[in-house]
């Protein structure tokens, strides 16, 4: 069993910074890789960013790229994302998850665990 646990959410205007971060405890998390998944009021959820075990590998969601950067420290048993440039359409409640084995890293149906979302809200 993996605990994940996200932090940092918050209101911030538009064109700021903000990052998140997901805390994991249980098993080992570096045998998991890792993702961030947001769902905009109203909307389904949708996937942001992914890293993989070793971190040597990111991907992103081609709105987020360039703004956006996923990391882990698995000596911290943690993963962040570094949110800049900040748009309104950015709004979400942003979820953490990990995956054993994900065929396909932007489904979230392959992921096995998931945290409780922490809100960010970008202001115009």
């Known amino acids: 069993q993996v605990q994940l646990v996200e932090s940092g959410g918050g209101l911030v205007q538009a064109g700021g910074s903000l990052r998140v971060s997901c805390e994991a405890s249980g098993r080992t998390v570096f045998s998991y890789t890792m993702a961030w998944f947001r769902q905009p009021p109203g909307k389904e959820r949708e996937f942001v960013a992914a890293i993989s075990r070793s971190g040597g590998s990111t991907y992103y969601v081609d709105s987020v790229k360039g703004r956006f950067t996923i990391s882990r420290d698995n000596a911290k048993n943690m993963m962040y994302l570094q949110m800049n440039s900040l748009k309104p359409e950015d709004t979400a409640v942003y979820f953490c998850?990990?995956?054993?084995?994900?065929?396909?890293?932007?489904?979230?149906?392959?992921?096995?665990?998931w945290g409780q979302g922490t809100q960010v809200t970008v202001s115009s």
């Open positions: 998850a990990a995956a054993f084995l994900a065929a396909d890293m932007r489904r979230g149906e392959d992921y096995d665990y």
